[in-house]
């Protein structure tokens, strides 16, 4: 259970009634006033190696963002929701390309407000929308500290014409077991050969209890997704992801093997990510590659064409000998 080490608060988020759970449950918590949940500049002006020190604190706000962004790949929109930002560390983060050092965890207390504007859209919809409520953060670690999933499944079980669908890396799923979801819940696991994990994915569920997950959830039947991400060309890599999708066959269960889909994504890794990895994890193993790798604009980089092909070509065939029946959604 994550345990923070300050608290730092907007001070609205007492007009809500998570605002003051929060509160009370962290009472004993060090706190410090802020303006601006997206500005604080005691955090902006820490230094690299100084990144996990930072992510054992807290931030809670106000979200004051509520665009959808539309969305051609497992949803329709991606939905800012109740969270930013993560405890955990996976050195490829893609929110530190957006908020550097500052990708820790931030919560934001007017779920009813972001929850309504999702319930309207679907409503008003004429087909069937699915939203993307986790692309900022991981909601069952959210879970964890706030049972805002819990409210959430609650709160949209009897919504019309509308799914909600989120990314996970972390096994703690026993709050949402016995909920009467409807099936308007998706649940899209992320796995990851155990090297990668272990020194990569930073205070992470380990691929078992990741597994033993998506069994618990399938069979309190929510729809499941597998996410073979990011997929990361370290040494033997081939090799590696192989024994991935073996453990996968062997130990996922049969009603998941039915119809459980699968998303593969190759890493995007950035300029950021090397300056903040090298001061804060001096002794893990290097993500980039500059053999392999290149530049693909504003910092970033990414797997070489004849590499990322070759890449595609050898998971493809793969998936096809192990999981002959279950979809693959993209390869990106």
């Known amino acids: 259970m994550f345990k923070p080490k300050a608290i730092y608060y907007e001070k609205d988020i007492i007009n809500y009634p998570l605002g003051i759970d929060l509160m009370e449950k962290y009472k004993d918590v060090p706190k410090v006033e802020i303006e601006n949940h997206n500005n604080i ?17 807290l931030i809670i706000g106000v ?19 109740t969270s930013s930002g993560c405890t955990a560390a996976c050195m490829y983060c893609y929110l530190v390309c957006n ?11 007017n779920r009813e407000q972001m929850l309504e504007k ?23 670690l959210e879970n ?10 609650e709160n949209f079980k009897n919504t019309k014409n509308g799914k909600l669908t989120f990314p996970t890396k ?20 992320s796995v990851n050969p155990d090297y990668i994990i272990n ?52 130990k996922l269960s049969k ?38 790798m290149r530049g693909s604009g504003r910092g970033k980089y990414r797997y070489k064409e004849e590499y990322k092909k070759d890449g595609e070509l050898f998971l493809k065939e793969q998936m096809e000998k192990y999981f002959p029946n279950n979809k693959i959604e993209y390869i990106v």
């Open 199 to 250: 020194r990569v994915e930073f205070g992470t569920s380990r691929l078992e209890a990741r597994i033993e997950a998506i069994n618990k959830l399938k069979e309190a039947g929510y729809e499941v997704g597998i996410l073979i991400a990011p997929v990361i060309m370290v040494e033997n890599w081939k090799k590696l992801y192989l024994e991935l999708i073996k453990i996968l066959d062997s």
């Open 99 to 109: 908020y550097n050092k500052c990708s820790y965890l931030r919560l934001f207390v």
């Open 41 to 57: 500049e005691e955090m902006r002006k820490k230094s690299n190696k100084e990144f996990m020190d930072m992510k054992r604190n």
């Open 63 to 81: 979200r004051k963002t509520h665009k959808f962004v539309e969305n051609h790949k497992t949803s329709d929109f991606l939905v800012p929701y």
């Open 118 to 140: 999702i319930i309207k859209t679907a409503e008003k919809s004429d087909r069937e929308l699915t939203f993307e409520i986790g692309s900022n953060s991981d909601l069952i």
């Open 170 to 189: 972390f096994d703690m799923v026993d709050d949402i077991l016995d909920l009467e979801h409807k099936g308007k819940v998706i649940v899209r696991m």
């Open 144 to 153: 964890s500290i706030t049972k805002n999933l819990v409210w959430t499944i």
């Open 255 to 292: 009603k998941v093997k039915q119809d459980a889909f699968f998303e593969i994504i190759f890493m995007t890794y950035s300029y950021v990510h090397t300056k903040i990895n090298e001061e804060a994890f001096p002794n893990a193993i290097s993500l980039y590659n500059k053999e392999i």
